[in-house]
């Protein structure tokens, strides 16, 4: 599958927190409350050009959140649509994050994800990222993960 990337604009707002909500639905009954994902601004995120789409059939398949941080990209978000997991989005989405790193002259990608979102440490795992540490903050209780960036 070819996918494009491009920022978000402030009208799809709406439709990339629907896809949001629909991605993490399922972490509700495990966590409690909801991810903090489901809780973003998505309108400031996007009007700070933090947040990327992807598309396919016209419709936004998937969604970057990053940002530099010291010497690495911060992915705060990666969310894929229902209608879109399966198919490698969230690969593309993560090789997207790696891309962009390295086009600001940055030596690594960092992430965090929730403890009970266990079906995601695997995922990060075949990718290359290890986890660095765990903590609890904003009262999530957050696993981090880094991969170096080679040349």
Do not use: C, W
Not at 44 to 66: C, P, Q
Not at 95 to 117: C, F, I, K, P, W
């Amino acid at each position: 599958m070819s996918l494009k990337f491009r920022l978000a604009n402030a009208a799809e707002s709406d439709e990339i927190r629907d896809l949001v909500r629909g991605a993490y639905a399922l972490y509700v009954p495990r966590m409690g409350r909801e991810p903090a994902p489901m809780v973003a601004d998505y309108e400031m995120l996007i009007a700070g050009k933090h947040l990327e789409v992807t598309e396919t059939d016209g419709n936004i398949a998937g969604i970057l959140v990053s940002f530099a941080r010291g010497d690495h990209l911060h992915v705060e978000n990666v969310a894929v649509s229902g209608a879109a997991q399966g198919r490698g989005v969230g690969r593309a989405l993560m090789d997207r994050a790696e891309e962009q790193a390295r086009n600001l002259g940055l030596n690594a990608v960092e992430l965090y994800t929730n403890e009970v979102m266990e079906e995601n440490f695997p995922f990060y795992a075949a990718l290359g990222y290890v986890i660095t540490g765990r903590a609890v903050e904003d009262g999530y209780k957050r696993v981090y993960f880094r991969k170096e960036l080679g040349d």
